[in-house]
Antibody, heavy 118, light 111 residues
Framework: QVQLQESGPGLVKPSETLSLTCTVS????????LTWIRQPPGKGLEWIGY???????NYNPSLKSRVTISVDTSKNQFSLKLSSVTAADTAVYYC????????????WGQGTLVTVSS | QSALTQPASVSGSPGQSITISCTGT?????????VSWYQQHPGKAPKLMIY???DRPSGVSNRFSGSKSGNTASLTISGLQAEDEADYYC???????????FGGGTKLTVL
């Protein structure tokens, strides 16, 4: 079964760029739409966007101007960059994999808390 | 775009059945059969329980079922068990540029 694992800094300063990587194991990165979702502490889920191994992307319009999601098929990894962060970007960030439906999140990473603070 | 609307909390006793609603619009829940439900225990990642309104992934108990009427989807859990106590989120494809919406989440308490 596919496993996903997020990695990256747990603390980012305001106005800087948040960078996370998700490593996909026991499955081909070519088989999925690779997604990032976040959850502010005590709040609900927010879809950030996805990338396909072909390089095609789709982003939440509310974040589109600050988000880049990319894929590295040679490493079976995909990445999230979120620029100009503020305290409102503090959240648990999850990577997830979708099968044939880009709105069904079949597999999830364990999540990583990113705090934006000086 | 606004999130889908879910009750903040529901509760039930072991063995009972409960239903969680998820209300959207004709641009999302009502217009497409792309509603999913996720279970999230504290400190854990969400887990897919229902997709395409009423389909269950392999390994999910048949005590979990989904349905839809108009702009409202529902998740029913029958034969409640203590392990079902968790937060539940619905999601739906939306024809807006947002692509996918989540509900605000419902906290299920097993009394």
């Amino acid at each position: 079964q596919v496993q996903l694992q997020e990695s990256g800094p747990g603390l980012v300063k305001p106005s800087e760029t948040l960078s996370l990587t998700c490593t996909v194991s026991y499955g081909s990165i070519h088989s999925y739409y690779l997604t990032w979702i976040r959850q502010p502490p005590g709040k609900g889920l927010e879809w950030i966007g996805y990338v396909h191994y072909s390089g095609s992307t789709n982003y939440n319009p509310s974040l589109k101007s600050r988000v880049t999601i990319s894929v590295d098929t040679s490493k079976n990894q995909f990445s999230l960059k979120l620029s100009s962060v503020t305290a409102a970007d503090t959240a648990v960030y999850y990577c997830a994999a979708c099968g044939y439906l880009t709105t069904v999140f079949d597999y999830w990473g364990q999540g990583t808390l990113v705090t934006v603070s000086s | 775009q606004s999130a889908l609307t879910q009750p903040a909390s529901v509760s039930g006793s072991p063995g009972q059945s409960i239903t969680i609603s998820c209300t959207g619009t004709s641009s999302d829940v009502g217009g497409y059969n792309y509603v999913s439900w996720y279970q999230q225990h504290p400190g854990k990642a969400p887990k897919l329980m229902i997709y395409e309104v009423s389909d269950r992934p392999s390994g999910v108990s048949n005590r979990f079922s989904g349905s839809k009427s108009g702009n409202t989807a529902s998740l029913t859990i029958s034969g409640l068990q203590a392990e079902d106590e968790a937060d539940y989120y619905c999601s739906s494809y939306t024809s807006s540029s947002t692509h996918v919406l989540f509900g605000g989440g419902t906290k299920l308490t097993v009394l």
